[in-house]
Structures are given as structure tokens and as C-alpha cells.
């Protein structure tokens, strides 16, 4: 997929289509070219790039580069050919590989920049890492585009694009973003330097982050383990609910019987002194009644204060 067809799905009305032109190559010095700073994707297998550019005699495929200063340009693709090339003239001293063919581009504009994250999703098999990181980056990207020519993408819409544009499920999608917004970082770290598999960091995500930062604190993370944990955690998340829904349930009947000797209390100080006071027993029992409901309440206000601690 490329960039006019991403546009024809947002809605955007493409441009007459003008003539094909073939992109100007430049021949630049390798020490005027500099390093994308935001650039995610990894740069290893240097000495055997080298080795094979070496072998053909020269880059097949030219950088794409953005002029950042008077002679001076930024990498947007092509990171691991420049140190392959720095490589070969600094290391091994073969000044014929001083220069690399480029194509100079403007990468300011939105378009620019998803040109740009499509080429680099092309060039060769990414980690799950930089997947999440394209992601990411897609999503920014579509979503700048759209609102600059005043048009809405849904969530649902978004992620069946970005599927598309990566190639990829568009659960696949869901699941590296759910890593993305809710894996700690000590474990990110991890996963980025692929000491975790997607598998685990997509259960390690599930769990709260205290016990993401404990579990990422070893060595060796297995999945097992981590289901393990996630499942302790949600049954004693489920004992806990349990727990307080009986708390509750209890103190609801406790008040009901506050209310209840209460009510009974207020009638029987009323009726003790309807009490003929010559009827002395009815006045001994009236009393003794209310005194044996005001020492339950007292007792039961003391264990409810007691339980609550």
C-alpha cells in the first residue's frame, strides 16, 4: 500500500495523478550525513552489511536523506547501510566507499513523514518492538492528516488502516498498542532489547504495575509464571469482592438491627411513663427492658467499631 491509496482511504480527494519522475540520486560524503534521532528501528549486523556491500562494490539501494544545513543531511532510511559504509572506509581503510548514493527528500510535511515510515516497514523484517513503535507513529500520523483536511477516523477505522498499511491482523494491532499504553517501562525496556517475547509482555501488561515491576526485576521471565500470577491476582481480586460484598451485606443487617432496637428503645422510655407508677413490676420490667437494649447497643456498636479496624 502507499501513500495515495492510505489517503484515498481516510477520504481525502487525491490530486491529479502527474507524470512518473525517477528521483535524482546525489553522491554524499559519508561524514555529511547524520543520524535520524527518532529513529527506533535497530542498527545491528553492521560487519556483515559491510561485507556484503563490499562484495557487490557499491549500495544497490540509495538512503533517503532530508538536507537539515548547508551540505549537511539527516538518514531516514538507510541507518544500517551508512555505519555499514563508515565501516568500511574508518575500519578497513577502503576510501572507494566514501561516498553514498542518496535521494534528497522533503520528510516536513505529514505525507513526508508516513512516506517514511512506509519505506522503512518495507526494507526488512522488523521486531515486534519496532512494530508497536510504527504503531504508534502511523496512528499520530493518520490522525494529523485527517484533522488537516477536517476529516474523522474512528478507532475501529484507525486500527484496520494501520493493519493494512503494516500488513498485519488487526488484533495484532490491538495487542501491541494494549503493551504499548500499559507495560511499565522496566519491562518495555525489556522488551525492546527482546529479553521478553510479545506473549509475555501481552500477560505482563494485564497486571498491575507493581507486579509488572517486580516481575521484570528477574532474570529470566517465563509465560508460564506470568499466567500463573495473573490468575492468583484475579482470584484474589475475586476474594476481595467477595469479602466486601459479605462486609456489606453484614453492616446492612447491623444497622437494620440498630434501627430496629432503636425504634423499640424510643417506644419503650415512651411507655414508661404511661406506666402506673403503683404497678411497680411494669415499671421494673419497662426498665429492665430498656436497660438491656441500650447495653446491646453498646455492645454491638463496640464490635462494628472493632471489625472496622
Do not use: W
Not at 540520486?25 to 529513529?39: A, D, G, V
Not at 521484570?216 to 482470584?235: M, Q, T
Not at 423499640?264 to 419497662?286: C, F, M, P, S
Amino acid at each position: 500500500m502507499n501513500v495515495n491509496e492510505i489517503l484515498k482511504d481516510i477520504g481525502q480527494k487525491q490530486p491529479e495523478k502527474k507524470k512518473k519522475t525517477v528521483p535524482r540520486i546525489q553522491m554524499i560524503h559519508y561524514t555529511k550525513l547524520r543520524p535520524n534521532p527518532s529513529n527506533f528501528y535497530e542498527t545491528d549486523g553492521i560487519e556483515k552489511l559491510a561485507a556484503a556491500i563490499r562484495v557487490a562494490g557499491e549500495i544497490k539501494n540509495p538512503l533517503r536523506v532530508r538536507k537539515i544545513d548547508v551540505d549537511e543531511y539527516e538518514v531516514n532510511e538507510g541507518h544500517r547501510r551508512r555505519l555499514a559504509m563508515i565501516y568500511n572506509v574508518e575500519e578497513l581503510g577502503l576510501k572507494e566507499f566514501e561516498f553514498l548514493p542518496c535521494i534528497v527528500e522533503d520528510t516536513t510535511t505529514t505525507v513526508g513523514k508516513l512516506n517514511l515510515i512506509l519505506s522503512n516497514s518495507t526494507q526488512r523484517e522488523r521486531t515486534e518492538y519496532e512494530k508497536m513503535q510504527e504503531i504508534e507513529k502511523l496512528r499520530t500520523l493518520l490522525d494529523q492528516y485527517a484533522k488537516e483536511n477536517e476529516k474523522k477516523i474512528s478507532a475501529v477505522d484507525m486500527r484496520k488502516l494501520i493493519a493494512n498499511i503494516l500488513g498485519v491482523s488487526s488484533t495484532k494491532i490491538a495487542q501491541l498498542q494494549s503493551i504499548d499504553r500499559n507495560l511499565v517501562p522496566e519491562a518495555k525496556e525489556k522488551f525492546e532489547k527482546g529479553e521478553i517475547p510479545v506473549s509475555v509482555a501481552t500477560e505482563m501488561a494485564g497486571l498491575p504495575k507493581k507486579m509488572q515491576r517486580d516481575l521484570a526485576n528477574h532474570k529470566e521471565i517465563k509465560l508460564s509464571r506470568v499466567k500463573e500470577i495473573k490468575e492468583d491476582s484475579k482470584k484474589a481480586l475475586q476474594r476481595s469482592e467477595e469479602k466486601k460484598n459479605l462486609t456489606e451485606k453484614y453492616l446492612e443487617n447491623v444497622t437494620f438491627t440498630f434501627q430496629d432496637v432503636k425504634t423499640t428503645l424510643g417506644y419503650a422510655k415512651k411507655q414508661i411513663i404511661k406506666v402506673n407508677t403503683e404497678d411497680k413490676d411494669a415499671v421494673i420490667r419497662t426498665k429492665v427492658m430498656i436497660e438491656a437494649l441500650q447495653k446491646y447497643l453498646k455492645d454491638m456498636t463496640e464490635r462494628v467499631d472493632y471489625d472496622g479496624e
